[in-house]
Antibody, heavy 119, light 106 residues
Framework: EVRLLESGGGLVRPGGSLRLSCAAS????????MHWVRQAPGKGLEWVSM????????YYADSVQGRFTISRDNAKSTLYLQMNSLRAEDTAVYYC????????????WGQGTMVTVSS | DIQMTQSPSSLSASVGDRVTITCQASQGIINYLNWYQQKPGKAPKLLIFDASNLQTGVPSRFSGSGSGTDFTFTISSLQPEDIATYYC?????????FGGGTKVEI
């Protein structure tokens, strides 16, 4: 079964850091573009970042540019999101998602991991 | 950024009703438009890609149409399991952006 499983969420103080992981299984991870999408409590969906299969290309939303870093380890079929200088407005469920092609539709989603930034 | 405006923000319908949701882009996006369903506490699920193509395994009562700036998502006969929030999403231009969502209730 094609699956994405996020981990690493939790409670962190403003200004702190957290690294999210997303373990992929049952598809060719190394050739798949991958994304992080977040959803603040009671709010809509917000695209955060994307990385190409080869890690040669990556993009960020302006709201996280310079604070978040997306990366991947194709040998481990795992996607990462390093989040630094966290703010209260980063509080959200973070989903990893597989791209159907390259910058197209998110056809596979993980179950999400909650990140709470609070003092 | 391309703004995606969905309407209505919520609707109430009966089982068997035809339900229509619209999504308007702030600039032309050809057919680079997807639709997702999100049930409470769950991850979103891709229903329609490239404006009108049904994702594998999605029931045929779901459909999409449109191009340019105006798009429509339709449930031909609403079922109890369709209670969810629906989102459109454009991929014409970075950043990828979503509509605000339409909550469908019975």
């Amino acid at each position: 079964e094609v699956r994405l499983l996020e981990s690493g969420g939790g409670l962190v103080r403003p200004g702190g850091s957290l690294r999210l992981s997303c373990a992929a299984s049952a598809f060719t991870f190394s050739t798949s573009a991958m994304h992080w999408v977040r959803q603040a409590p009671g709010k809509g969906l917000e695209w955060v970042s994307m990385i190409s299969g080869s890690s040669g290309s990556f993009y960020y939303a302006d709201s996280v540019q310079g604070r978040f870093t997306i990366s991947r380890d194709n040998a481990k079929s795992t996607l990462y999101l390093q989040m630094n200088s966290l703010r209260a407005e980063d509080t959200a469920v973070y989903y990893c998602a597989k791209d159907r092609d390259v910058l197209s539709a998110f056809d596979i989603w993980g179950q999400g991991t909650m990140v709470t930034v609070s003092s | 950024d391309i703004q995606m405006t969905q309407s209505p923000s919520s609707l109430s319908a009966s089982v068997g009703d035809r339900v229509t949701i619209t999504c308007q882009a702030s600039q032309g996006i050809i057919n680079y438009l997807n639709w997702y369903q999100q049930k409470p506490g769950k991850a979103p699920k891709l229903l329609i890609f490239d404006a009108s193509n049904l994702q594998t395994g999605v029931p045929s009562r779901f459909s999409g149409s449109g191009s340019g700036t105006d798009f429509t998502f339709t449930i031909s006969s609403l079922q109890p399991e369709d209670i969810a929030t629906y989102y459109c999403q454009q991929y014409d231009t970075l950043p990828l952006t979503f509509g605000g969502g339409t909550k469908v209730e019975i």
